[in-house]
């Protein structure tokens, strides 16, 4: 069993400005325009990055000629090898952090966080006794031995059987294809305690949104009694937790029918009671104009959409959108009553994000107390030198 594709780097490159305190403090990307030149080589393809300028050695890691992040590196310690041991090792770091945040109520966490564990465009996601494997591009895929590390996993992880999901294309190709141990898609964990289940193959992401795991416990916490809307729901979690935590009702509103069909089972397989959740299988925008022309009014929303800003050229219309979300949230939010606003774009940050949330609030002639801002959880762990991997805002509101 390997776990890299190439156990050496016959590759060097050459620095044309000097990152190595950058590097140094963690944050492993060099983009393309700080190399010297760039050799012909397969993506993927391990290299050893020198500095600009006596040429010493700083970094070990894997080269990309077709990205603009066309190095990344995986070690800046001596010596500077990259090899299956120097793998093996990150991957037990990684897994021991995870069992000092989880006990056995929690079966469903990210094991593995690409950079965040320095293991560059590696990430891996449990649910119970399956991993879910995903590597971030062709490069990734270079350097990565998938089937090596599916092996691994199933040795030393506990786990018997192992997907690969490829990086998703817009809305097309983002089913999961077996590894090892081929079962039914759809598997049970637990979260908390509460069940939930993750479809590995067909479901978005790797199947289920684990990154809003403590948010989803907020929500919990602040659900007593109330009317709950949860927009953008996909399977129900913020839905469920809600329920769990004493609503009256719950509404789910998301566009795609399976998911809503999951939220509906979700709900029941944790034994709430079934006339206290609908799950409307219907646009989020065209619903949240058409209750606020209705005067409807919630004492909780939370407004959780997809990734609006995949890169820095959508950014403006990002900006548009939540802005929008915002508006509509506080209008049909009851005065007094809680609205989560969440952005997992990346390319948004927070400062942004909290004024687009204030200029929607506004607009709706309404004014906005934060009790929280909250992002990802501990085992979505990011380089502290890395701001910008810190994807996920998560706003949460008393609206007066
Ligand atoms: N809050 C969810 C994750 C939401 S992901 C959770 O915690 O699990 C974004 C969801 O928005 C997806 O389920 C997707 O199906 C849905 N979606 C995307 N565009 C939509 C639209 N225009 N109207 C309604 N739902 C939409």
């Known amino acids: ?13 050459r620095l044309s400005r000097d990152l190595t305190r950058s590097l140094k403090r963690g944050h492993p990307w060099v ?14 393809t391990p290299a050893l990055l020198l500095d600009n300028t006596r040429g010493r050695p700083i ?16 070690r800046v310690d001596e010596p500077l090898r990259l090899n299956d041991d120097w793998a093996a090792t990150r991957f037990e770091q990684a897994i021991a952090l995870r069992s000092r945040l989880f006990d056995e109520h929690t079966t469903g ?24 494997l995903k590597l971030d591009g062709p490069a990734a895929s270079g350097f990565w031995d998938i089937d090596g590390i599916a092996a691994w996993l199933v040795e030393n992880a506990g786990v018997e059987s192992v997907v690969e999901r490829r990086k998703q294309r817009g809305r097309e190709g983002r089913e999961g294809r077996w ?9 049970e964990f637990r979260e908390h305690g509460v069940k939930f289940t993750a479809d590995v193959i067909n479901g978005q992401k790797t199947g289920f949104f684990l990154d809003q795991r403590d948010n989803r416990q ?21 839905s469920v937790l809600a329920g769990i935590g004493g609503a009256k009702h719950v509404t789910s509103v998301d566009s795609a029918e399976p998911a809503i069909a999951a939220a509906d089972a979700h709900w029941l397989l944790n034994g709430l009671p079934p006339d206290a959740h609908a799950g409307i299988a219907v646009d989020a925008f ?14 909780v929303v939370i407004i959780d959409p997809p990734a609006f800003a995949p890169s ?19 209008a049909i939010c009851e005065r007094g009553g809680l609205l989560a606003l969440a952005s997992c774009s990346s390319h948004i940050d927070s400062q942004t994000f909290r004024e687009a949330c204030e200029e929607g609030i506004s607009e709706a002639r309404r004014r906005a107390t934060l009790l929280a801002m909250h992002s990802q959880p501990p085992d979505h762990p990011t380089p502290l030198a890395m701001p910008e991997f810190r994807y996920l805002k998560f706003a949460l509101l008393r609206c007066e």
């Open 218 to 238: 907020a929500i919990r916490r602040m659900s007593r009694d109330s009317r709950v809307l949860n927009v953008f729901s996909y399977t129900g979690g913020f």
């Open 31 to 44: 983009f393309v325009d700080a190399l010297r030149d760039l050799p012909p080589a397969p993506p993927g």
């Open 312 to 330: 820095e050229a959508t950014v403006a219309r990002a900006v548009t959108a939540y802005r929008k979300l915002a508006f509509n949230g506080a």
């Open 59 to 74: 970094a070990a890691g894997f080269y990309d000629p077709e990205s603009s992040v066309t190095f990344r590196a995986c």
């Open 286 to 299: 065209e619903f949240l104009d058409e209750a606020r022309l209705n005067r409807r009014k919630w004492d």
């Open 1 to 13: 069993m390997t776990l890299l594709r190439s156990q050496s780097s016959r590759l060097t490159l």
């Open 179 to 187: 590894l090892i141990g081929t079962r039914a898609p759809l598997i």
């Open 109 to 132: 966490y990210r094991l593995f966080n690409g950079e965040g564990d320095g293991l560059p465009g590696l990430v891996c996601d449990r649910y119970a006794d399956v991993a879910v």
